[in-house]
């Protein structure tokens, strides 16, 4: 995944996104004599404004609002289509906006073009019958900002209503370019390059992945090593054993952090291709002591306690080092137990601290701060905030903690190096770059190391030596993996 706090420099109205607990947007004025909207659109509408006003997080967003105003069952879910949908889809619902007012969206106020995407995401995605969904918006947009915006609206939806999705697509993109692509698929055009550049140019095998992007992923959960099977806890949660990590569990639905599993630390929610990518790293062959690792970029947590409960097992310690204070914290709670000390430092520090010595650790996670394009499908909003001018910053950090990583691995010993982007400026040419420019490191086949830990071989991982895994072959977030041994002697 991608550090927290990067890429959030702008909101989409230009502004300088605000930090800190959102603040929630003024109530909707009630006008007299319209109908008031239901609960589950103004839920849907509110966290709209919150992503594009405040920067919030969706997903943090629209379970604290469902949960303030109890709405469950039908209405919940119906708020969660509306919201994540209309966020995934914004680029091409911009698109379509444009194409259908007389006036560029950008002057738009965006309260009202934030309506005006719900309704035409209703339009065009949803079997919501067309006058309920350009009623509502037009009622959103009154109380918004007044009678003037609610017939801007209506006209404009009324446009928007005049063909289908697949009309409006024929319209707006009729190649399959990149540029096509990214309407057809709404992904910004440099993500749809990134992706097909690292799929190897295979247009089929983009489409898919692009189409992955935009389905809800299911919920997968860790069983944590030593505490119970992955067995037992789809027993008692009633979900199903993963097919590729011995402690994957598919959850059918549901909100996870209730799970008591969860609450007592027997099992953590994390992306099955999560788990696979740090088995590797901890089962890969070593040679000579194998009892200090190092987890370099460890907040929140999720990694850093599974290797804690495999070091547990095998009598090794884990040293969890994350820059950010809160995230820190975080990582602290997730390892509670577990033999892991946490430091809240800078991980590029190795060799100058007495907790992160030089040559110190016989295995070393380097799970770096990426553009996280591999977990679109989680964050309905972030394909749309992250910037491409974000990577030239991301990679020259990469490229500082790889430096330190190797720093840190002693002799012989093992770094796994993961994105949970497949950026090729991340991922493969990272990886060239650092073994062009660092003598002594030889890399080992990833693929050969993820194998070894899957119930069934797993297909579809790339030419290697690293691992590429993807939402559309395997399921699982887009993580990738280099395993890189220290030369002894070097
Ligand atoms: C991809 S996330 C790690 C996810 C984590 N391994 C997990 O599985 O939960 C990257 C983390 O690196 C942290 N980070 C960024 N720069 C860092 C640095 N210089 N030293 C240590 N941590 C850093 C970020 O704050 C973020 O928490």
Not at 191 to 201: F, Q, T
Request: glycine content about 12%.
């Amino acid at each position: 995944m991608s550090g927290p706090d990067r890429g959030r420099g702008r909101n989409r109205e230009g502004r300088p996104a605000r930090r800190g607990t959102p603040r929630r947007p003024a109530p909707l004025r009630p006008v007299a004599g319209a109908k008031p909207v239901d609960r589950a659109r103004r839920a849907a509408f509110e966290v709209l404004r919150q992503v594009h006003d405040r920067g919030a997080y969706a997903n943090l967003a629209l379970p604290a609002l469902l949960g303030e105003w109890s709405l469950s069952g039908r209405d919940a879910a119906f708020a969660t289509e509306l919201c994540y949908g209309t966020l995934r889809a914004t680029g091409t619902l911009d698109a379509v906006l444009a194409a259908g007012s007389n006036r560029p969206l950008s002057k738009v106020d965006g309260p009202v073009r934030d309506a005006l995407r719900l309704g035409a995401y209703q339009l065009l995605y949803t079997r919501v019958p067309a006058h309920a969904a350009v009623s509502t918006t037009v009622a959103l947009a009154r109380s918004a900002s007044g009678a003037g915006s609610a017939s801007f609206a209506n006209a404009v939806l009324r446009r928007v209503s005049t063909s289908d999705l697949p009309g409006w697509l024929e319209r707006l993109a009729p190649t399959d370019d990149a540029a096509g692509l990214a309407v057809r698929y709404a992904h910004p055009e440099w993500i749809v390059r990134a992706l097909g550049d690292a799929l190897g140019g295979d247009e089929g095998d983009l489409t898919a992945a692009l189409t992955a992007d935009n389905e809800r992923p299911a919920v997968h959960l860790a069983a944590r090593p030593g505490r119970t099977t992955a067995a037992e806890l789809a027993e008692r949660v009633g979900g199903t054993v993963g097919r590729l990590s011995p402690y994957a569990v598919y959850l059918p639905g549901g909100a996870p952090g209730d799970l008591a599993e969860i609450r007592d630390g027997r099992a953590q929610v994390q992306d099955e291709g999560s788990q696979l990518v740090t088995l590797a790293l901890a089962d890969a062959p070593l040679d000579g002591p194998d009892v200090r690792w190092l987890d370099l970029c460890a907040g929140p947590g999720g990694k850093a306690a599974l290797l804690g409960s495999l070091a547990a097992q095998r009598g090794a310690r884990l040293t969890a080092v994350e820059v950010t204070e809160h995230r820190a914290t975080l990582v602290g709670k997730a390892v509670a137990g577990l033999p892991v000390d946490v430091l809240h430092a800078d991980g590029r520090t190795v060799g100058e601290r007495p907790e992160l010595p030089a040559g110190g650790f016989d295995r070393v996670l380097l799970d770096a701060p990426c553009t996280g394009l591999g977990a679109l499908r989680r964050r309905p909003e972030a394909r749309w905030r992250r910037q491409e001018s974000d990577l030239d910053d991301l990679v020259a950090l990469q490229r500082e903690l790889l430096a330190a990583a190797c720093r840190a691995v002693r002799p012989g010993g093992l770094i796994g190096y993961v994105t949970c982007s497949p950026h090729p400026a991340e991922t493969t040419a990272q990886i060239a770059a650092l073994l062009a420019d660092q003598p002594g490191l030889t890399q080992l086949d990833a693929r050969a190391a993820l194998d070894a830990v899957t119930p069934e071989a797993v297909q579809g991982l790339g030419e290697g030596p690293a691992v590429q895994l993807w939402p559309h072959r395997h399921g699982t977030d887009a993580m990738f993996l280099a395993l890189l041994r220290r030369d002894a002697g070097e």
